[in-house]
């Protein structure tokens, strides 16, 4: 079992810039590839950004790309959601996700989930 908690979402203007956390607990943490996801109201869950279990390779949205940075600490069993130029439509739920061997963008293939941080950008 894996056990994640999310942290960090807030209400932030427009242009501004916002770092999500999940902490992870349980089994080994530098096993796990990692993923953030968001859920806008009345919209589907949406794959953000991935990373897997060392580091060094990383995925992510193509509505994403070059804004936002995922990045991971094994050491401190935490992975981070670096949000940059944040714009109304970032507006989310933000959920990271664990499973196993390599990083995929789709929510089933997930076997743990955070509870959620609220993401809110005013413009």
């Known amino acids: 079992q894996v056990q994640l908690v999310e942290s960090g979402g807030v209400l932030v203007q427009a242009g501004g810039s916002l770092r999500l956390s999940c902490a992870a607990s349980?089994?080994?943490?530098?096993?796990?590839?990692m993923s953030w996801f968001r859920q806008a109201p009345l919209k589907e869950r949406e794959f953000v950004a991935g990373?897997?279990?060392?580091?060094?390779?990383?995925n992510y949205a193509d509505s994403v790309k070059g804004q936002f940075t995922i990045s991971r600490d094994n050491a401190k069993n935490t992975v981070y959601l670096q949000m940059n130029s944040l714009k109304a439509e970032d507006t989310a739920v933000y959920y990271c996700a664990a499973r196993n061997i390599r990083v995929v963008p789709t929510t089933t293939k997930y076997d743990y989930w955070g509870q959620g941080t609220q993401v809110t950008v005013s413009s």
């Open positions: 349980g089994r080994t943490f530098s096993s796990y590839v």
């Open positions: 990373i897997s279990w060392s580091g060094v390779n990383t």
